[in-house]
């Protein structure tokens, strides 16, 4: 709460502090007008350029008065400076990402406005919620891409909204700029994000951020309760030589665990007594799991030889990164629950992994006008998991900690011809159990600024994440090491990209994954003769046989009648594999129909439609909150129940308003909808907010 309050205050004290003593000049580069989310990660890798912020402005009488940009994308105009001063646009606004890709601030409303704007605020096309704000959210499909060189803690169902390093946004901007993102819950709460980010200087700029959120929810013993605290910071010095950046990042993610419903048939008979959610039985009332991260991360580097002469540009530039992190993930219960099989306690359970590392890079990059830009680094990764103690089991010792150095060399290129880009990047280990080898490799062509098409390439090695390979509980069925059985996960992926707002969109990948890592379900043999076998447990497995897995999304936008749209999203996926562990429906697709309308001579902007999704039946990963994962089941099949949303949103000025009844079908297609066995999707509910941005 205190965070809260001082994001309030430094926001009520910006707007009546003036701009900086020398505001910024509009520099003379064309940047793309609409912009990413505040939190998403950029769509291609690039070799780390020089950012260059603007120039000083001669005279002290800026000010932004008007946006250049309607909704829709169409120019509006701004009221110009005087005469004699350069004028600022929105497009001096920067967002710059940890590969600089940079694209500026954006306050259009669009339908892809829409899909973000949500609790995590991003496309949550791929996911679906828990019925609860905050929960867990079941994974539609699979990014083989996204895998880092070297195993995570694990609790991956807790880290949807945990934010990694990629995901931290840097920013340059001529005026203090904030943001207010305001939206209800589904009840007993709401989700605040407030940020600002101001230059102090023509070569400083730094930022504050914070997301919290709390949400009671509808059914017993559910809450959520969220913070994500940002801080960020770059630098670039006068002579251009010397380029800094930093953040500080503290997250925590608290959740209430009951378990699922108790009896089923109170939730889908429909019956008026259990309409209120709160009156439905649970498997248990007095569970919870929370993860806790903080991140220093630091990143610069000095161009020790340098020449700007236009017929032989060069540079030469010394670099260091350094990532120190450390996460904690706890799971508490008051009493021991059947559930889970037997315990070593019968009252105040509490289990905890810890994981601190430490992540140093050293890199000399030559950046020229033939060659392109070339990277030579090398990587010291220091890893510290560990438990309180040793436990000793009827068949092993299980040690309570995994510790070591990793070292890794790698190399990357980057060169821009045209219309037509090529990037590569490789690492490997050369010491050490844990990492392998990342390979990465895309090639793009851009016809236009909108028609872009990709392909890319990547291949990557490394051990499971770690609480696979050790984790200790006090429920005896959750206590294994397997360091000496596991082998590194292998991933190859090659996937396509083809992106025209006037034909469609396209991306298509095809994987192949070997010892691929999950949880399944396995009987605990522990039940004496003529007693009652015990509920099987998650359990960790790996299974050495490939998995082909291939995935293809289309999404194309049809306008017709001058004001209406049909926006359609479909993907499909198939999965070949011996054994059924990779579960993702065949089909899912998304389809808007909306109106969208200048009002009022233009002082409203008005976007109003419904929205249907729909995926077919799959067996889907089941939730088991002790471990924070998700684990393969074969019993239920959930999905083939549609999902449809009404919205009204408005834009007036630099304000978007958001309201939606989401759901809305609920009660009248059948109390069968589930976000994962056991745990149902939400129920109809309105929910409203709006995203508010000021330049002064």
Not at 346 to 358: C, E, G, I, N, P
Not at 667 to 691: H, M
Request: aromatic fraction near 16%; glycine fraction near 4%; include cysteine.
């Amino acid at each position: 709460m205190k965070k809260v309050c001082l994001i309030f205050w430094l926001l009520l004290t910006t707007q009546i502090i003036s701009a900086q003593d020398k505001p910024l000049n509009k520099e003379q580069q064309d940047i793309p007008v609409d912009s990413i989310p505040l939190n998403e990660k950029p769509d291609i890798p690039l070799v780390e350029e020089y950012y260059e912020p603007s120039d000083t402005l001669q005279g002290n009488n800026t000010e932004i008065k008007k946006d250049i940009v309607l909704a829709g994308g169409r120019p509006r105009g701004i009221d110009t400076l005087p005469a004699a001063e350069t004028q600022i646009t929105i497009k001096d606004y920067k967002i710059i990402s940890l590969q600089r890709d940079t694209v500026s601030f954006d306050t259009t409303l669009t339908i892809q406005k829409e899909y973000k704007y949500n609790y995590l605020r991003r496309d949550d096309f791929e996911l679906l919620p828990f019925n609860n704000v905050g929960q867990t959210y079941n994974s539609l499909a699979v990014d083989a891409n996204d895998i880092t060189q070297y195993p995570q803690l694990g609790a991956r169902a807790k880290h949807f909204n945990y934010l990694e390093v990629e995901d931290i946004n840097y920013y340059h901007v001529p005026t203090p700029t904030t943001e207010l993102f305001f939206k209800t819950v589904m009840e007993q709460g709401q989700i605040l994000d407030a940020f600002i980010t101001m230059n102090t200087s023509r070569q400083f700029n730094f930022s504050i951020a914070y997301k919290g959120m709390r949400s009671l929810g509808k059914y017993q013993h559910i809450l959520s309760s969220t913070g994500n605290f940002r801080f960020t910071s770059n630098y670039l010095s006068k002579n251009k030589r010397y380029n800094l950046r930093l953040h500080y990042t503290s997250q925590d993610i608290l959740n209430e665990e009951n378990g699922g419903l108790l009896l089923r048939e109170q939730f889908e008979s429909g019956e008026d007594e259990f309409i209120e959610r709160g009156r439905i039985d649970v498997n248990y009332e007095n569970a919870e799991n929370f993860l806790l991260g903080k991140r220093y991360f630091i990143d610069h580097d000095y161009a020790f030889l340098r020449n700007n002469d236009s017929t032989r540009h060069y540079s030469l530039s010394l670099g260091h990164r350094f990532n120190y992190e450390t996460k904690l993930y706890r799971f508490e219960q008051s009493q021991q629950n059947d559930l889970f099989d037997e315990s070593f306690a019968t009252s105040s359970l509490r289990d905890q992994a810890r994981l601190k590392t430490m992540y140093n890079q050293i890199r000399l990059k030559y950046n020229s006008g033939l060659l392109g830009s070339v990277i030579l680094k090398a990587n010291l990764y220091n890893y510290n998991y560990y438990f309180n103690s040793i436990v000793i089991t009827d068949d092993q010792i299980i040690t309570n900690q995994l510790k070591d150095d990793e070292i890794a060399v790698g190399a990357g290129w980057n060169k821009n011809i045209g219309g037509f880009g090529v990037y590569a990047d490789i690492n490997s280990n050369i010491s050490g159990d844990m990492g392998g080898t990342k390979i990465y490799a895309s090639a793009k062509y851009s016809f236009t600024q909108d028609d872009v098409i990709k392909f890319e390439l990547s291949s990557t090695s490394r051990m499971p994440n770690f609480n696979f390979l050790l984790y200790q509980s006090d429920y005896k069925s959750y206590n294994w090491q397997n360091t000496d059985v596991f082998l590194k996960e292998e991933t190859q992926n090659i996937g396509f990209s083809f992106k025209s707002d006037k034909w469609l969109n396209i991306d298509a990948s095809y994987s192949k994954l070997k010892n691929y890592t999950y949880f399944g379900l396995a009987q605990i043999e522990n039940a004496e003769e003529g007693e009652e076998q015990p509920v099987a447990q998650a359990q960790p497995y790996q299974l050495p046989t490939e998995i082909n897995y291939l995935k293809v999304k289309v999404n194309k936008e049809f306008r017709f009648l001058k004001n209406f749209a049909l926006n359609n999203t479909i993907m499909y996926q198939q999965v070949d594999q011996e054994n059924d562990v990779l579960n993702v429906p065949e089909i899912i697709t998304r389809n808007t129909l909306y109106y969208s309308n200048h009002l009022f001579k233009k002082a409203l902007y008005l976007q109003t439609g419904v929205t249907f999704k729909y995926f077919t039946e799959y067996y889907a990963n089941a939730y088991n909150p002790l471990l924070g994962e998700f684990y393969i089941q074969d019993q239920e099949k959930i999905g083939a129940f549609p999902l449809l949303d009404f919205f009204i949103n408005a834009k007036v000025q630099r304000t978007r308003i958001y309201f939606k009844a989401e759901h809305f079908n609920s009660s009248f297609t059948g109390y069968d909808f589930y976000s994962a066995p056991n745990n149902p999707y939400r129920d109809f509910i309105i929910r409203f907010g709006l995203v508010w941005n000021f330049f002064s």
